[in-house]
């Protein structure tokens, strides 16, 4: 049974960083794309990066760009996102989710329960 | 980047009715086109992949079809527990490199009539 669980939401100041994390089981995570996808308030879903199962390709979202990090232990079936520069457009549910594409992404099949971070001063 | 139109942003509807959502792509993504379903305070479920195939477990009163940029979800006779928000998100890469990034509609709410 696949099993994604999300942590480290909470609450920071615009500036600070927040690393989220994500423990996978249920499956084989090495041989999946993983990704992070957001919501904010209310809204609806921001698609946030991608990664491959060998972390050779990741992809990012524009808004985030140069201000988040994503990656992988695969030793360790745990996903992750530093998340540095933080601003207040970034507060939302972070989902993280596996996806069932091969050689590029396809669907999201599986995702967390999601964890909260709220940027405030 | 690839943006995604859905319509209607809600709609009321009663237990019984056929239901039907559409998406549009604003460029040609093929069949990379997928549903999803979310239920309040829940995690996104997904319904539909590659415009038309139904993920396991989904009831066969959802369908999907369409292609290119236009796309609809149907759902035949709305039951109770379908009354919630539901997503497209193209997974279209494109042939040219340039790497792959997906985006999502800005969602239809199901509500009760």
Known sequence: QVHLVESGGGLVKPGGSLR??????????NEY??????????????WVSY??????????????????????????????????????????????????????????????????????? | DIQMTQSPSSLSASVGDRVIITCRASQNIATYLNWYQQKAGRAPKLLIYAASSLQSGVPSRFSGSGSGTEFTLTITSLQPEDFASYYCQQSFTPSSGGGHT????????????
């Open chain 1, 20 to 29: 989220l994390s994500c423990a996978a089981s249920g499956f084989a995570f």
């Open chain 1, 33 to 46: 794309y993983m990704t992070w996808i957001r919501q904010a308030p209310g809204k609806g879903l921001e």
């Open chain 1, 51 to 121: 990664i491959s199962s060998s972390s050779s390709i990741i992809y990012y979202a524009d808004s985030v760009k140069s201000r988040f990090t994503i990656s992988r232990d695969n030793a360790k079936n745990s996903l992750y996102l530093q998340m540095n520069s933080l601003r207040a457009d970034d507060t939302a549910v972070y989902y993280c989710g596996r996806d069932f594409g091969d050689v590029v992404p396809a669907a999201i099949d599986h995702w967390g329960q999601g964890t909260l971070v709220t940027v405030s001063s």
């Open chain 2, 102 to 113: 997906t985006s999502f509609g800005g969602g239809t709410r199901v509500e009760i009539k």
